[in-house]
């Protein structure tokens, strides 16, 4: 393989492994963010004073909150399968040259 065909596939696996790491970011910050939200959901219920709040409100918001974390991690999944589809494009190209 000349080493322009392999200079002109480098940008793509540069661009695909950083679309992979920031998919990976974007996991990481989901899980973090339902370890916090998930945490704190039985703090919230029995309220700073040990006075009990509306469980059912408590409840709706945690499922709220799921959901949404549930979405963002979907969406880090996406970003993550992109950037390895974009990584392996580059590199089967490069194969397939050779």
Do not use: C, N
Request: charged share 15%.
């Amino acid at each position: 393989m000349t080493d322009q065909a392999l200079e002109s596939h480098r940008p793509g696996r540069w661009l695909g492994a950083l679309i992979f790491a920031l998919g990976v970011g974007l996991l990481v910050v989901v899980f973090v963010l339902a370890a916090i939200a998930f945490v704190e959901v039985p703090a919230r219920i029995a309220g700073p004073s040990g006075a009990q709040h509306g469980i059912g409100s408590v409840l709706a918001g945690a499922a709220t909150r799921a959901v949404f974390l549930f979405v963002m991690a979907y969406a880090g999944s996406l970003v993550a399968s992109k950037g390895l589809e974009l990584y392996a494009v580059s590199r089967g190209a490069e194969r397939k040259r050779e």
